[in-house]
Nanobody, 131 residues
Framework: AVHLVESGGGSVETGGSLTLSCAVS????????MAWFRQAPGKEREAVAS??????????TDSVKGRFTISEDNFKDTSTLNLQMNRLQPEDTAMYYC??????????????????????WGQGTRVTVSS
């Protein structure tokens, strides 16, 4: 079974940085879409960033462009998905989740939104940014 475990969350002040990691194990597929989502208290879950193993350009939601960087290390049976988060703001406070799916990443027109649905999810890691 595919297993995802996030780490790296914590509390920082405005302007600080954190790097989230997601360890993916048990996968038997070679190409897949990987993404980070977040859910703030009282709000819907939103996609933050995604990357597809075919080497296409990563995708970011507008609010994190220029501040967050998604990257992956892909091995035969395991992968690690990272999210480098810089210049953090209080509005970045949320539970962050990584997700994986065997299909390619799909987007709305002009890549405004990530449309993919994901079969595999981690349990989440909390990020708190204080003002």
């Amino acid at each position: 079974a595919v297993h995802l475990v996030e780490s790296g969350g914590g509390s920082v002040e405005t302007g600080g940085s954190l790097t989230l990691s997601c360890a993916v194990s048990g996968k038997t597929f070679n190409t897949y879409c990987m993404a980070w989502f977040r859910q703030a208290p009282g709000k819907e879950r939103e996609a933050v960033a995604s990357v597809y193993t075919n080497g296409e350009k990563p995708w970011y939601t507008d609010s994190v462009k220029g501040r967050f960087t998604i990257s992956e290390d892909n091995f035969k049976d395991t992968s690690t998905l990272n999210l480098q988060m810089n210049r953090l703001q209080p509005e970045d406070t949320a539970m962050y989740y990584c997700a994986v799916d065997t299909l390619s990443c799909t987007y709305s027109s002009a890549r405004r939104r990530l449309l993919s649905t994901f079969a595999y999810w981690g349990q989440g890691t909390r990020v708190t940014v204080s003002s």
